[in-house]
């Protein structure tokens, strides 16, 4: 046996050898805040004696390697201190019990030939992959607090295990700036099975693409607040979706293949108070399935909106229903058609009338062609991860001289080293680190950039402290309207200690529509973490008092898409000013100040906004100006906690040549905490197309006594504004808490929270605007 294994673990010697550039690379990623100088980032599970010969059981070696140096585990509440990046070389590797990741760790198989994980059958535990154990009765990381994960790149097969006997493939309650990719669920195909593919039971997610559920009682079993899946296959699964519940969810490219009921969203349906709120679904087919969509959804359904649903360009090939409602009732013949648009909920009509509470066809949108692939559906492009490169051809940002220690000031090196891969054609690793800047860094056309982990882009100094003479950190494209293409992939964006003229990122480059620009799980996280100065320690809440701490402006704007800019694919782009600080044991709140969130006025866009988030900007966390052809699919935001004390006028003056609100006409005469920070305001823009969003606003002065229904929702008094002369701008299934008024239109209300009532939320199925 011991031979044996030895000489298969030569022979996956060979091929790793052979595997993807991120298993070859030197690794020299740092962790300047680790307990240990000698903190390693990466680590192969083979280092730590796993075999991957699909014989030897490889649990206790892979949890060593996660292990190793005491990371974020069971316990701990949350970091950014110990990065891990755990890679797996090809092989089938054996488990009996679950592999437990810790915080701000990674997953990663090889990208070239996905490793195999393989349940033995008598494996014990709450899935192969359980990114969240219940230790107690409770998750172990709060499930709104677990952010900066992923897993990519992996078979998880549980046909060992007996069809009869529970099995769960992956645990993944989780939250932002998470992500899945490329991962197949294999699991029995019998007519007694009982294993689930995913299951996660709550969160505020997230992002995931590229899986595929083979077999199994249920594809994925999933309930979260919110959540975007994109490219999903399931074949022969006997339910592929259940939506255990949700506010709102979006998902696109779905193919559903062979099985008895495609999405179950009828939970909580039997006691006449639904438990799933929303669902957006859009390009995707259905074949050879009983019943596409089953749903407890009627007009006289509990709360009010609940079970809102849109659905757009589906395509159905012998699937006799096509939506099922209660007690068997039809509510959508199936048949082989494609569904133009449908949908059942609340409707509110261009000028302004509604709600129309009813299930029908809808008058879609009319899709941009700028925004859409061969075929007519929406573009889409999964993270790269540059299969066909070898090692030798990549370039590392610690050896080009950059250190990453949060020290030193890195921004000539890692200038350097960016120009020196663009222009030679190659990739940038950004090994791990917190890359301390004191000026512009420029990204340049031809840029293919790829940290390890989450590395740090850290801005510092006077150059982004001039409130009055905003200075981008990250500038994408020297000059605006520079043309080319770059691809950015798993880093972060964020400022250290006083930065009120800090802007993020800010887009100058234009890119071909037909070969856009992309950006794949990179983030713009503004304080609230170790290397910040933006801490417990500097910048604690202060309750019941609007005095501003003038330390704690820490950055002018999150995201920047300038006039000239065009062509653009964000996925999985979270920008978040810290509430609280990750690397505080007790998670402490904090009050910091950030300008504005994600702000475009790219003149023709167009623009894909997957899976993004912006989070505790002071004037707004989307908004849109003289813009066009922008793709939403699920947005989701958060007001300030500290909001009304002080209120969104404090402490930035709006710049009109950005187009800020300074809430004077639409406040005017209005009660309540009318000058908030609006969630989403579009300006004068055409074909801008929202595909599920959540504005939420749960706190007022950090209570969230305000947030409930009962309590009037009075968090603030208006949170979604379209003003101007617009035209092809739709919302389906805008959620909202803790607003009094739901979407307003040149100032005046369209629809309020009060007779759209759901599940938490409120919810508008559909509102064209125009
Ligand atoms: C207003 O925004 C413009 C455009 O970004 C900028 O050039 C200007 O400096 C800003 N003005 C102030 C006072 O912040």
Redesign the pocket.
Known sequence: MRFASAVLAAASLVATVSGHWLGEVKHQGVAPFAPSADWKVFRSVKDYGAVGDGVTDDTAAINAAINDGNPCNKGCVSTTETPALIYFPSGTYLISSPVNPAYFTQLIGDASSPPTLKATSDFKGFGLIDADPYYTEVLNWKSQNVFFRQVRNFIIDTTNIAPGTAATGMHWPTSQATSLQNIVFNMPKTDDVVHVGLFMEEGSGGFLTDLTFNGGATGASMGNQQFTMRNLEFNNCKTAIIQLWDWGWTYAGLSINNCKVGIDMSAGGDANALNVGSITLLDSTFKDTGVAILTAWSTSTSPVTAGSLVIENVELSNVPVAVQGPGSSTLLEGGSITIAAWGNGHKYAADGSGPDNSAGPLDAPSRPAALLADGGRYYTRSKPQYEDVAASSIISARSEGAKGDAKTDDTKALQAAIDKAASAGQILFIDYGLYLVTDTIVIPPGAKIVGETFPVILSSGDAFND????KAIVQVGATAGQTGQVELSDFIVSTKGTQA?A?AIRWNLASDSGKPSGLWDVHVRIGGFSGTEQQVGQCPKTPGNPAVNEKCLVA??GV?V?KEAAGVYFENTWIWTADHDIDDESNTQITLYAGRGFYVESTNGPLWLWGTGSEHFVLYQYQFANTKNIFMGQIQTETPYYQPTPNALVPF?P????N?PDFSASCAGVDGNCAAAWGLRILDSSDVLVYGGGLYSFFSDYSTSCSTFDAGQTCQQRIASIEGSVSNVGLYNLNTIGTIEMINRDGKKVAGFKENENTFASNVAVYKAA
């Open positions: 409130v009055n003479n905003p003229g802007v002018y704007l920047h300038v003056t710049n009109t040549s950005l800020d």
